[in-house]
């Protein structure tokens, strides 16, 4: 019989804690213009859904969440976007580059920086290009952080 170091597997998108509850993730229409993954980040679109973020003056919605059959999404599909609140958590994609420990801040990229791309976390702020938060990292991987709010 042989036993697997780790079962543990994740998947950006995915909840960490908290259940996908009503209260906790609404649908909304994505209203990009190209594919977006689970795990980033989204702003409030002011006609209605999300969009991605492309400014710091942006309204963070939430998270996309990973759905089970699919973790990528068109535009104009329906995405579930999670509201982090005490005590939930989710995986978040981690920028190009960066590398996050258990207690960083969670730093939101609104502006796309060289492979940094936009609704990535970041460990530190990059002026003009990303939304401090009061999110924390609890969890971290190569690519992917479980971030939750204290």
Do not use: C
């Not at 259940?19 to 213009?33: C, D, I, R, V």
């Not at 530190?124 to 939750?148: C, Q, W």
């Amino acid at each position: 019989m042989a036993y697997a170091n780790s079962t543990t597997r994740t998947f950006a998108g995915e909840v960490g804690k908290g259940g996908l509850a009503s209260a906790k993730t609404t649908s909304e229409q994505f209203k990009g213009k190209s594919p977006i993954q689970a795990g980033l980040f989204v702003a409030i679109d002011a006609t209605g859904g999300v969009k991605p973020l492309s400014a710091l003056t942006d309204v963070i919605a939430g998270v996309i969440v990973r759905s089970l059959i699919k973790d990528d999404f068109q535009p104009n599909d329906l995405v579930d976007v999670m509201h982090i609140t005490q005590g939930d958590s989710v995986w978040v994609t981690v920028g190009k580059g960066v590398s996050v420990v258990r207690g960083d801040k969670v730093y939101v990229r609104a502006v796309k920086n060289g492979d940094k791309e936009v609704g990535t976390i970041d460990k530190a702020e990059d002026s003009g290009k990303t939304i401090a938060t009061d999110f924390v990292v609890i969890n971290a991987t190569e690519h992917l952080a479980e971030i939750t709010r204290l």
